[in-house]
């Protein structure tokens, strides 16, 4: 079998497509990820040796240098990923199977149109619940749209979110379509997702409470990493007491400084040493004293391992790495799903949130306080050892027999 994935998004958005992509060749199937040029994700490509197709321009400088939030140049952004899929993913999935996409809606409605053209089987897979309509729930809301502030009927507010779908992106993929042929969708939002959308999250830290759409949930992508962690790190590490992490993974620094600078202090003012993620904020404490660690790219999977608490944005992936690893987590959410994310954290028992719109000093550590208590890293030992750990089988094996 061959099988095209494709995604544009930060690193919680690659990896996981690279880790079901890994596992589909392991058993035997040829796949090949379609993904934006960013330099880190080609060597994470190439590392997990998954083909790449570049796709589309590198995310990290829009996300870097966008106000997040601002609506400024959507249209044309929204062309260019919803072009590049007519382009480039369309060439890369030329006498394969399958197409497995992910991403923003314009990615996914050109993924599946590419995919009606050539005849082959396609998948939406998405790595959090919240854009999924459901009664359960409010609508996310969409860049520069917004939705009834008065509307308290979650049915009419999705129906809402259907209808801004299409004002945004119904010409632009009606364009598509006809040059290729096709005729125009009435619904952009729900032919992306189709009827049977799946979800790659843990059932456990991220049950889907069933609604009318056939939701298949495979559990987390995500790959065994055996990365050795920096020599320098683990002189660290063996040097004292666990450190707490502080990391903000892809937010831009606009979004994110004061927020771990605060957080740093909070950790020192607890008496506990400090591992700090440069992330795409390139974060560094101005001081450089010997209690803090910069890291960059490292395995995560080993460090959560070793850490007293992980303190993070909330985006799935974190979430569930640090999760998996046992770990007590803070999560302190700026947007998109990350409340989501810190709501199962706190439902759970395996950590705490802090949602102040402006965190300070003060309730980060008080927040901290409460996730480095001893009953939450016993809670969060026991659910790490709730948690799935087959994702990727059990969707690579959905895939090879074409069924799901």
């Known amino acids: 079998m061959r099988v095209v994935l494709s995604t544009y998004g930060s690193r919680g958005s690659v990896e996981p497509i690279a880790a079901l992509a890994a596992r589909l060749r392991e058993l035997g199937a040829e796949a090949r990820v379609c993904a934006p040029p960013d330099e880190e994700f080609a060597e994470r490509l190439a590392e997990l040796a998954v083909p790449m197709v570049p796709t589309g321009r590198p995310v990290r400088p829009l996300v870097t240098t966008v106000r997040p939030g601002s609506a400024a140049g959507l249209a044309e952004r929204a062309a260019e990923l919803m072009g590049a899929q007519f382009d480039t993913v369309a060439a890369a999935a030329e006498g394969c199977d399958v197409l497995v996409a992910t991403g923003p809606l314009p990615v996914v409605t050109g993924a599946r149109s590419v995919a009606e053209k050539l005849g082959i089987r396609y998948v939406h897979a998405g790595h959090q619940p919240v854009s999924l309509p459901s009664p359960h729930r409010r609508p996310p809301g969409r860049r520069g749209r917004t939705l009834p502030e008065g509307e308290s009927d979650n049915k009419a507010?999705?129906?809402?979110?259907?209808?801004?779908?299409?004002?945004?992106?119904?010409?632009?993929?009606?364009?598509?379509?006809?040059?290729?042929?096709?005729?125009?969708?009435?619904?952009?939002?729900?032919?992306?997702?189709?009827?049977?959308p799946w979800?790659?999250?843990?059932?456990?830290?991220?049950?889907w409470r069933p609604t009318g759409l056939g939701v298949v949930q495979t559990g987390a992508w995500h790959v065994t990493d055996e990365r050795p962690l920096p020599a320098d790190l683990v002189d660290f590490l063996d040097a004292g007491p666990r450190p707490v992490y502080v990391g903000f993974g892809s937010m831009p620094g606009g979004a994110v400084a004061d927020v771990a600078h605060g957080a740093v202090e909070a950790v020192r003012a607890a008496g506990h040493r400090v591992v700090?993620?440069?992330?795409?904020?390139?974060?560094?404490?101005?001081?450089?004293?010997?209690?803090?660690?910069?890291?960059?790219?490292?395995?995560?999977?080993?460090?959560?391992?070793r850490s007293a608490a992980v303190v993070h944005h909330g985006s799935a992936a974190t979430t569930t790495t640090a999760a998996q690893a046992g770990v007590p987590q803070l999560v302190v959410p700026r947007g998109a799903d990350q409340p989501y994310w810190a709501g199962r954290v706190t439902d759970l028992g395996v950590g705490t949130s802090c949602a102040d719109p402006e965190p300070t000093v003060e309730?980060?550590?008080?927040?901290?306080r409460q996730a480095l208590a001893p009953a939450l890293r016993t809670r969060a030992a026991a659910v790490a050892g709730a948690l799935r750990t087959d994702g990727t089988t059990v969707a690579a094996r959905l895939l090879l027999d074409g069924t799901g």
């Open 199 to 207: 979800l790659a999250t843990d059932p456990v830290l991220s049950p």
């Open 276 to 305: 700090v993620l440069r992330g795409w904020a390139d974060l560094a404490p101005a001081d450089g004293g010997d209690d803090c660690f910069v890291v960059g790219e490292v395995n995560q999977q080993a460090l959560f391992r």
């Open 363 to 368: 309730s980060l550590a008080a927040a901290l």
């Open 157 to 196: 507010l999705w129906d809402e979110d259907a209808h801004i779908a299409d004002e945004m992106f119904g010409d632009m993929l009606a364009a598509r379509r006809a040059a290729l042929g096709l005729p125009p969708v009435e619904n952009v939002r729900d032919y992306a997702f189709t009827d049977h």
